[in-house]
T-cell receptor, first 111, second 112 residues
Framework: KQEVTQIPAALSVPEGENLVLNCSFT??????LQWFRQDPGKGLTSLLL?????REQTSGRLNASLDKSSGRSTLYIAASQPGDSATYLC??????????FGTGTRLKVLA | DAGVTQSPTHLIKTRGQQVTLRCSPK?????VSWYQQALGQGPQFIFQ???????QRGNFPDRFSGHQFPNYSSELNVNALLLGDSALYLC???????????FGPGTRLLVL
């Protein structure tokens, strides 16, 4: 059974720091992996999508990597800002139509 | 271009009641998925609809049912509500040939 784990569960950093969020999964047979952002009480916003054949994707200050062999993905946020404060969720598609989500990392960037 | 919309935004029900949640997908999208997100947890897949048929279902009891209409909008019905059904219910739409799912703002259901 595929399981997705995100560590740490919560993170608080000063503004301007570069940071890495981790996502690990137990089965390397995945179709793609997606990182989402969720603001309190809101829906999810897609940040980056990495196909199974790709190693990384970049969008602005965000970079996501995928290593299927080790069952890991990382989301790198450069020069963090208070507006980056949110919960970050990784979700993978194991080959069927559904996504399996991790429990998320709650990020707080202090001004 | 409107994104994914859901109604209502908030709902309070009592145990044993029935509830219907509604979702309108992003313009041009033909696939709708429903997720349940309990407080402090990641979303859990309930089911996905495509061409008015349930294409895949997660580990949810039969009390959870759905429907997709010809205009691709969708409904989620939950019967015999339990306290544990209290959660944020998220709808996501996509095009069958695309991978990115676009999520709506959710409906927060509280069961008393």
């Amino acid at each position: 059974k595929q399981e997705v784990t995100q560590i740490p569960a919560a993170l608080s950093v000063p503004e301007g720091e570069n940071l890495v969020l981790n996502c690990s999964f137990t089965d390397s047979a995945i179709y793609n992996l997606q990182w989402f952002r969720q603001d309190p009480g809101k829906g999810l916003t897609s940040l980056l999508l990495i196909q199974s054949s790709q190693r990384e994707q970049t969008s602005g200050r965000l970079n996501a990597s995928l290593d299927k062999s080790s069952g890991r993905s990382t989301l790198y946020i450069a020069a963090s800002q208070p507006g980056d404060s949110a919960t970050y969720l990784c979700a993978l598609r194991p080959g069927t139509y559904k996504y399996i989500f991790g429990t998320g990392t709650r990020l707080k960037v202090l001004a | 271009d409107a994104g994914v919309t859901q109604s209502p935004t908030h709902l309070i029900k009592t145990r044993g009641q029935q509830v219907t949640l509604r979702c309108s997908p992003k313009s041009g999208h033909d696939t709708v998925s429903w997720y349940q997100q309990a407080l402090g947890q990641g979303p859990q897949f309930i089911f996905q609809y495509y061409e008015e048929e349930e294409r895949q279902r997660g580990n949810f009891p039969d009390r959870f049912s759905g429907h997709q209409f010809p205009n691709y909008s969708s409904e989620l019905n939950v019967n015999a509500l339990l306290l544990g059904d209290s959660a944020l219910y998220l709808c996501a739409s996509s095009l069958t040939h695309q991978e990115t799912q676009y999520f709506g703002p959710g409906t927060r259901l509280l069961v008393l």
